[in-house]
């Protein structure tokens, strides 16, 4: 005998895969559309030695950790400095809540070899680092710099404030031991270059275009995204965690419900996310690198860099300074 009806744990499924539907759509909704601006093309001219390299200090499933080092014959730069090796002794100052909540997050990425001896490792001396750049303050971005001789720190000037602030008093944004080492090596980027492609304002690190530095605001006031040109002609943009990954900022997506807290101003980062959509919608070629996006890595890598060739020293000095 037939029934004309769908069985009932047929109907359950299809319930159940419709809610599950209209969840990941309540989850991550799509945002209006901000206002593309003509895009302001910049020419670059990366040196023929300029190399970029992926160094890992934490991994847990699909998610990373990372740094990335850029080797200009100028001077190396690095970018994010992943968890430091103390991360539990660094976070104790936290009442329970809110260390468990660092435990279960960040914590799930805490290297298990400081990054000074990683960067020896790939034959990056971090002595001679002329520039750390953090994408932002956040614990799993500054923490790694603990294992760092002393070295110069960039920082926009909102996200140095929050840091000075962090030095003062304790805030969830920056572990107090981060906010402490950075401060006396803090110098504010001047994002004065002019407009960007499609972002208003820019810093060129090396006045040659091949290391760019936006302003990305919104998951913490100051985050920043570094854009690099290498010789070959790629274009990689880490963009911090102002996206959670590529697809977010390709179909203009905010963060999934459950990492939305993340944010300090949930409007202004999804502006930022808008404003990167429609950057990629005027240079498509452009890489994207989320922060802990491991499989973005994989694609503009491979896989983790084993060493880092040194640039040729003494051609193309930076003809301007990017900090004030
Ligand atoms: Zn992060």
Redesign the pocket.
């Known amino acids: 005998m037939s029934s004309p009806r769908t069985p009932a744990p047929a109907r359950l499924g299809s319930l159940l895969a419709l809610a599950l539907a209209l969840l990941a759509l309540a989850c991550r909704p799509i945002l209006p559309a901000v206002e593309a601006p003509k895009p302001t093309r910049v020419k670059a001219t990366p040196p023929p030695s300029l190399t970029l390299c992926w160094v890992e200090s934490g991994r847990f499933g699909p998610a990373t950790?990372s740094a990335l080092v850029i080797r200009h014959p100028a001077g190396d730069v690095l970018v994010d400095a992943g968890n430091s090796l103390n991360f539990l002794a660094e976070i104790e100052v936290y009442d329970p809540p809110e260390r468990r909540r660092l435990r279960r997050l960040?914590g799930l990425l805490v290297p298990k070899t400081g990054l000074s001896d990683q960067l020896k490792a790939i034959d990056v001396d971090p002595a001679g680092i002329r520039w750390f750049i953090p994408t932002?303050a956040?614990?799993?971005?500054l923490g790694g710099y603990l294992d760092l001789p002393p070295i110069p720190v960039l920082l926009s000037a909102p996200e140095r404030a929050l840091i000075e602030r962090g030095a003062e008093e304790r805030l969830n944004e920056v572990v107090p031991a981060h906010a402490a080492a950075i401060v006396p090596h803090a110098n504010t980027l001047d994002f004065a270059s002019g407009p960007y492609e499609t972002f208003p304002a820019h810093a060129d690190l090396f006045g040659d275009g091949s290391v760019i530095v936006l302003p990305l605001p919104g998951h913490t006031p100051g985050s920043v995204g570094v854009l690099v040109t290498l010789p070959e002609g790629r274009r990689i943009l880490h963009v911090?965690?102002a996206a959670n990954d590529r697809k977010g900022i390709r179909k203009r997506w905010a963060k999934p419900k459950l990492l939305r807290w993340?944010d300090g101003d949930r409007p202004q980062a999804e502006e930022t996310v808008a404003e990167l959509h429609n950057l990629v919608e005027a240079a498509p070629k452009i890489e994207l690198l989320p922060?802990?996006e491991r499989s973005a890595y994989r694609k503009v890598f491979g896989a983790p860099s084993r060493a880092c060739p040194r640039p040729i020293a003494g051609v193309d000095a930076p003809a301007t300074s990017p900090a004030r």
């Open positions: 950790a960040p932002h956040h614990v799993d971005h911090g965690d993340t922060a802990h």
